[in-house]
């Protein structure tokens, strides 16, 4: 069956650092989105792509995150400077087109922590 | 109100059991809903879409109200192994700003 497969799986890095968060999509897909969960609290949309530009964006998604799709098969996310409260399960998803039917795919996600 | 309400949980059944998890809705422009589970520090998986006439898949039935804005999941002969947290996800349009998750029931099945 094909999967979204996100790395790392696990990333620490202290306060003020940027990281970069990966993501290689279904080959198929053409709508990619990265989420986030808080440990213990739901799931939170953060941005949605397609066609190599950001569709929608949520209000945590600010001037310190980024997306890119560098080439035809990743996926990346970027915090530019984190902070404690970024610390979550972050997951990138994907699925086929943009119909209200479409369920998504999810990776397995990267637990980022920020010391 | 939250626009995707579900009980937090957490149900205990034992094997076998019939289980019943509701959800509610407060947009009554969602256009799709679907039910994800989601086991312990992993990832969200799509378990069914809930269509209006109601659908099953083996042992898990899922219904959609839309004058009422409620939808429902039924487990049959619960196993173990449908021990998780089950996500009521509706989405209001295209696009996944709209697609907006609940914050799950939690689903305990004991031997």
């Known amino acids: 069956e094909p999967e979204v497969t996100q790395t790392p799986s696990h990333q620490v890095t202290q306060m003020g650092q940027e990281v970069i968060l990966r993501c290689v999509p279904i080959?198929?897909?053409?709508?990619f989105y990265w989420y986030r969960q808080i440990l213990g609290q739901k799931v939170e949309f953060l941005v949605s792509?397609?066609?190599?530009?950001?569709?929608?964006k949520s209000e945590i998604f600010d001037d310190q995150f980024s997306v890119e799709r560098p080439d035809g098969s990743n996926f990346t996310l970027k915090i530019r400077s984190t902070k404690l409260e970024d610390s979550a399960m972050y997951f990138c998803?994907?699925?086929?087109?943009?119909?209200?039917?479409?369920?998504?795919?999810f990776g397995s996600g990267t637990r980022l922590t920020v010391v | 109100r939250k626009e995707v309400e579900q009980d937090p949980g957490p149900f205990n059944v034992p094997e076998g059991a019939t289980v019943a998890f509701n959800c509610t809705y407060s947009?009554?422009?969602?256009?799709?809903f679907f039910w994800y589970r989601q086991d312990c520090r992993k990832e969200p998986k799509l378990l069914m879409s809930?269509?209006?006439s109601g659908n099953e898949d083996g042992r898990f039935t899922a219904q959609l109200n839309r004058a009422s804005q409620y939808i429902s999941l039924l487990i049959r002969d619960s196993k173990l192994s449908d021990s998780a947290t089950y996500l009521c996800?509706?989405?209001?349009?295209?696009?996944?700003?709209?697609?907006?998750f609940g914050a799950g029931t939690r689903l305990f099945v004991k031997a």
């Open positions: 998803a994907s699925n086929e087109g943009k119909g209200t039917n479409y369920g998504y795919t």
């Open positions: 792509f397609y066609n190599n530009e950001i569709s929608e």
């Open positions: 809930v269509y209006s």
């Open positions: 080959s198929n897909h053409l709508y």
């Open positions: 996800v509706v989405n209001r349009g295209t696009g996944g700003f709209k697609t907006i």
């Open positions: 947009n009554s422009a969602s256009q799709s």
